[in-house]
């Protein structure tokens, strides 16, 4: 079951566990309670099994999406992967930032730049994937984190991107150079951000008003030709 989907289970149960402790003080009938119980666990599970966490995910990002700093830091994150993704000639189809914009454009609802990936994954199902390309993919996902990293000196998200660095190699039976290939790609996409500072800055307010990914492209175009 998805982290986010028992997160909203555990909010739940500690909810209604308060109601029952406090219902007799203001007249909340049992029934109502277990009702309420009930209905919680059942919505998690169909949302985990049928929909696959997306209600949860959306809940989380609504909750989540108040702060300001948050929403500044998943803009910083996902400009990262943009940016790097286009100076690796990765090809970008779409982004997301938060999961009501997946949600809306037709996606999973989780937020995110969504790349065309029929190169990896043609290459995958052939059981041969040149280094090259690997190390292309490994560099991009590990971008949001650098990015995150050089803006705010930590970073908070890039759980799911080092877990696609360890399934791929998983993949390709080299599970023991995950970590060492994770540190190596941020450092890579580090120096690309820090040698093209102006156009991620550009990008990450082009981000925030959700220009397309053309325009997106254009700022980036721009930016590069100054340095």
Not at 41 to 65: E, K, P, R, Y
Not at 143 to 165: C, P
Request: net charge neutral; glycine share 8%; with cysteine.
């Amino acid at each position: 079951m998805r982290q986010t989907s028992l997160n909203i289970i555990a909010i739940g149960i500690f909810v209604v566990t308060m109601s029952s402790l406090f219902g007799p003080i203001f007249n909340v009938s049992p029934f109502y309670i277990a009702i309420a119980t009930f209905s919680v666990l059942v919505l998690a599970t169909i949302d985990t099994l049928g929909w696959q966490g997306q209600v949860s995910m959306m809940i989380v990002d609504l909750v989540a999406g108040t702060s300001s700093e948050r929403r500044d830091r998943i803009i910083c994150h996902e400009a990262g992967h943009f940016l790097v993704a286009y100076l690796l000639e990765i090809p970008i189809s779409g982004y997301a930032l938060s999961a009501w914009e997946a949600f809306r454009q037709g996606q999973s609802a989780q937020g995110g730049v969504r790349f065309d990936d029929q190169n990896l994954t043609a290459q995958l199902h052939k059981g041969v994937i040149s280094n090259q390309l690997v190390d292309r993919y490994c560099t991009v996902w590990m971008a949001g984190i650098a990015a995150e990293n050089l803006v705010y000196g930590n970073a908070e998200g890039g759980a799911e991107d080092r877990t696609k660095i360890t399934a791929i190699l998983r993949q390709l039976k080299r599970p023991g150079e995950s970590k060492l290939k994770q540190s190596w790609a941020s450092l890579q996409a580090r120096s690309l951000l820090d040698n093209h500072q102006s156009a991620y800055e550009a990008l990450v307010k082009a981000m925030k008003e959700r220009a397309s990914v053309s325009n997106c492209y254009q700022v980036i175009k721009q930016h590069l030709s100054v340095n």
